[in-house]
């Protein structure tokens, strides 16, 4: 056995003297000129992104490969859920990062503004990865400068993006788990017709309530007969899978219908016990994408401040990129709309014993 033991010191392992040694202020020309002082919190706030949006594409790899497996366990669904909800508590501190940045103000800003010209934020090749990663590809984009977004890189950087835009993503990994959950048409149990079934005997009802009414006279009763009416439109439209797929093809969809009545299933059914993770994952990429927004919509806010409608140092539009970004860029936003879908629980399709007995995990091969 060998006496030997080994140790590993603090600042070894963390790296720190790279680290503490990678911020060069530009602003610092020569020995006889000083540095801009706020260009050190500048650069130190920049990194520390990067840091985080490593992290976060650690984690984003990570679900992306228990997703690429055939049989996902309840396991897997729970470090799933634990791995969106560990992003989303790091998106927050992006957010919250811009607050030190803003201490900050324009005129410390402009003191060595002139000095980061091409560079920019945009070129953050780690959180461009990330948006293709998470499903943002480029016939999605707005576009920047009029080109596409991978010209900002080269070399290897260049060839990564272009070979992960090629590549499956997270939202398509996520439609086609949904899309092979067998639970929308169980023995004894087709959820869509039952479902459908509910919808209407919802809108019969509630026009049956207001014509019924002794509290509204008639033109009132008119009015909310035809809002309910332009409800059953919407309805009608939902339930026509040739529409929601022609909805697809133009883009103003995204998830597939199959994908989006298993949606609409797992929040219909949340309290069974088996859904409760499902559940909650779907809930965890919505809070994401809004997250992500979020931060898009701090990040123009803060340019606003800073720079009011100047151009952007990598030559962009400024704070006209970003907000066209901000909803745009989106990716989960069908799943959000599922609640529009939603019905009270009173029409709520009950699910037979022996239905709720086979709920499970595994689903079967498309």
Not at 76 to 96: D, H, P, Q
Not at 180 to 191: A, E, G, V, Y
Not at 247 to 272: C, D, F, H, P, W
Request: with cysteine; charged share 30%.
């Amino acid at each position: 056995m060998s006496d030997k033991t080994s140790s590993v010191h603090y600042i070894n392992y963390l790296d720190l003297d790279k680290i503490l040694d990678a911020q060069h202020p530009l602003s610092k020309v020569d020995e006889n000129t000083n540095e801009a002082h706020e260009e050190m919190l500048f650069i130190i706030i920049h990194q520390t992104y990067e840091l985080w949006f490593k992290q976060i594409i650690h984690e984003v790899t990570s679900i992306m490969d228990l997703f690429k497996s055939e049989k996902i366990d309840e396991e897997n669904v729970g470090l799933i859920v634990g791995r969106v909800a560990r992003v989303n508590k790091i998106l927050e501190v992006l957010v919250k990062q811009l607050d030190i940045l803003e201490t900050m103000t324009s005129l410390d800003f402009l003191d060595f503004r002139n000095y980061l010209s091409p560079a920019s934020g945009f070129q953050s090749h780690q959180f461009r990865k990330l948006e293709v990663m998470l499903g943002l590809k480029i016939k999605n984009r707005h576009q920047f400068g009029g080109c596409p977004y991978h010209s900002q890189f080269t070399g290897d950087k260049k060839k990564e993006i272009l070979e992960i835009e090629e590549s499956i993503s997270l939202f398509d990994l996520v439609e086609n788990w949904l899309e092979r959950i067998p639970f929308l048409k169980m023995k004894d149990f087709n959820f869509i017709e039952k479902y459908k079934k509910a919808v209407w005997e919802m809108i019969d009802n509630e026009i049956a309530e207001i014509n019924n009414s002794d509290v509204l006279n008639e033109n009132d009763k008119s009015i909310r007969v035809k809002m309910i009416d332009e409800n059953k439109k919407y309805f009608e439209n939902v339930f026509n899978e040739q529409n929601h797929a022609k909805s697809v093809a133009e883009g103003t969809t995204k998830l597939s219908y199959k994908a989006t009545m298993s949606a609409l299933l797992i929040n219909l059914y949340r309290e069974q016990p088996i859904l409760h993770l499902p559940y909650r994952f779907l809930r965890e990429l919505v809070d994401m994408d809004h997250k992500i927004a979020a931060w898009r919509f701090r990040h123009v806010q803060m340019v606003e401040k800073m720079l009011g409608q100047k151009i952007g140092t990598g030559g962009s539009s400024g704070q006209g990129y970003l907000k066209k970004t901000v909803d745009q860029h989106r990716l989960f936003e069908d799943i959000a709309n599922i609640a529009t879908l939603m019905i009270s629980r009173q029409y709520l399709p009950k699910l037979p014993d022996s239905i709720k007995s086979e709920l499970g995990y595994n689903f079967t091969k498309k």
